[in-house]
């Protein structure tokens, strides 16, 4: 073959593929606006499981906790990979629903865990050391503060990473939470 027919071919191909890519092209790049709704959203639940346990029962608050990590996390495209504040030993790393179901509201024997959810919560508050956004992942770093009935505040860190969805949507795919270090 001449070189301007191959040329032409590969010009044609061109065509043709591009013709596939102008095809509608969603968006999933994330704003910091949305990691912050994300997170406010996150705290806004804990306070409503504990508010359900202390109004209505355990039942209440595992019903909603549920629904929370349906929502919120990203366990149905995958493991999440979830490290709670007070977990240790074989079970400290939770890559299952169930696993952050028990850590959020116990009751699961297997666990042991005594539902972090379940306390006394009255406020919540987030201070981000930095916010890293690459396309459709994001990932925090930070204090997580809360404040329960009797005055006391808990401080946190916390590390999550958000992935935004097919629909939009961002979910939680990572969630590491610790005491800070004392000396």
Not at 69 to 80: K, M, T
């Amino acid at each position: 073959m001449k070189r301007a027919t191959l040329i032409s071919m590969g010009f044609m191909a061109a065509l043709s593929s591009a013709a596939i890519a102008a095809t509608p092209v969603q968006n999933n790049n994330i704003t910091e606006s949305e990691v912050e709704a994300a997170q406010k959203a996150w705290g806004a639940a804990l306070i409503q499981i504990s508010k359900d346990y202390a109004a209505n029962g355990h039942e209440s608050a595992s019903a909603l906790a549920n629904q929370v990590l349906d929502q919120a996390y990203g366990y149905s495209h995958g493991p999440v990979l979830f490290k709670p504040t007070l977990a240790s030993g074989e079970k400290t790393f939770r890559v299952t629903q169930e696993g952050a179901l028990s850590y959020f509201v116990g009751g699961n024997d297997y666990y042991g865990d005594g539902g972090f959810a379940l306390k006394p919560w009255e406020t919540y508050d987030f201070e981000n050391a930095a916010v890293y956004i690459n396309g459709d992942l994001a990932l925090t770093m930070g204090h997580v503060i809360l404040t329960d009935s009797a005055g006391d505040t808990t401080t946190v860190d916390k590390t999550w990473a958000f992935k935004k969805d097919e629909q939009g949507t961002l979910r939680i795919v990572l969630h590491h939470s610790s005491l800070p270090y004392s000396e």
